[in-house]
């Protein structure tokens, strides 16, 4: 029989599971991924380490909770193509650079 303390413990890690992992509903095909950069780049936890917030998942995310800006977007496929999350920001960079020569071109 298990002790008390082991069965409290498990049920805490199955709610920790549960609050990080995304909703079903949230599971859609997608064209394009928002974010924040500032919010990628500048992990409060970690600054080393970037991360990618459960609420840019949800699929009505449209404004940075904690900058008040509209989220950037990324093409689905810039992780789809990305072997791991670190290959995934340099993409990421190399399409932020990509729009921003884009945009100055408009500018002439």
Known sequence: MAHPNEAASRAAKIADVLHIQTPSPWLTDRRCMPYCFRCLVLNDADVSAPRWKREWLEPTAEFCRVHHTL???????VFRLSSHFGAARRAINRYRDMREFKDF????
């Open 71 to 77: 989220l950037e977007k990324v093409p689905a496929s």
């Open 105 to 108: 071109g408009r500018l002439r």
